[in-house]
């Protein structure tokens, strides 16, 4: 959608003209501009670079036949990883725009990066986030480098101080271990072909245990062979283990990730892939020391464990344990006899105590007395049970007589009778409780009447 300036209040008509404000103009340009041709990306030579105080850069971009000034602000220069100068070429992204206050026509940056190596370090992130995302730099797929490989490889430039630098190392460390080098061209046309030439070659082979593929340092041009896609196939497809040692410890290449171990430069690359030989016979004199002293100290721990079984091998022979039994089968036969004779003597001790206590605790004596009193006292119990009888006679016969004075048999003895009802059963004191007709029965002395109520007598 094409830019609209905003309306703003017509100017004072003169004649019925409209007449534009310089202020007017320059802000409907600037939004003529801006809405026009919004982010630009733009290529050119940089010239008349300055940095105020305020940390803004200002600077013109030109080519051979025009030129337009830049203005790229702190919170964007400060994200930018070079540093423009007079005479670089460079490659921007840019906001068109008008500086009102002097009508300029300007440019504002928001990225900046060297012409040349910009387009590579593009090249580079694409191919390094394609490969990222097939899984060929994942860290489960790198291969442990061997601790004492049998030969190595070495892939680089025959006449480059790379080779100098890893076969000094390698020759310093561990001069017994051989090294096979497969020549190739490091930089320019046609070399990562030929390095991943050579890393199929060396895999194929399979004529050493680990290879290193060196370089030494350069730009990003000099080293953008080791950024090839080819290569970094090579080097996963690779059966051996591969150490990458190209450029110096800032370099970073896609053959770096692709490989099983990344060395910061080709020293250091050896450093990784052998042991160091002194340090390695330091180490095996050490264990030999340690070794020698374990066997010695289990000799010597064999030979106590042998003097001592001998010892006690000679000390459980059979006769000797039996003259050890029988003298211990005479002792324990004595001190069983001289046992046997405190236990009897003890029991007949025992014995005769209990013998006495029995005799003194027995009822002999103690019967024999209570015989006599117990005759005595019979003698006394029949004239006592014959009083005693004589007694309660007395009181029997006095007390049945006063028994009989009071009771009701001996009334009816005298001519009365017990008159009740027979309905009721209840006895009767008083005739009025009798109805004419009633039926009462009278107990006598001797049986029984029954009878009717004529009439009631008062």
Known sequence: MAWRAPSLPPASPRDGRDVYSVSRLNREARGLIEGGLGIVWLEGEVSNFARPASGHWYFSLKDDSAQVRCAMFRQRNTLVAVQPRDGMQVLVRARVSLYEPRGDFQLILDHLEEAGEGELRRRFEALKRRLEAEGLFATERKRPIPGLPRSIGVISSPTGAAL??????LGRRFPAIPVILYPVPVQGEGAAPRIAAALRTASD????DVLILARGGGSLEDLWAFNEEVVARAIVASAIPVVSAV???????IADMAADLRAPTPSAAAEVVVPDAAEWFRSLEASRRRLTGALRRRLAERRETLGWAARRLKQLHPALLLERQAQRLD?????LAGAMRGEIELASHRLARRRAELASASPAARLAG??????????RLAPALTARLESARSRLSGTARALHAVSPLGTLERGYAIVALVESGRVLTDASAAAAGAEIEARLARGRLRARVLRRLD
């Open 205 to 208: 082979r399979a004529e050493t």
């Open 370 to 379: 209570l015989g006599g009193r117990l005759g005595v006292l019979e003698a």
């Open 331 to 335: 002792e324990l036969g004595a001190r």
């Open 164 to 169: 100098r630098d890893v076969l000094h190392v």
């Open 247 to 253: 450029g110096h410890e800032v370099d970073f290449t």
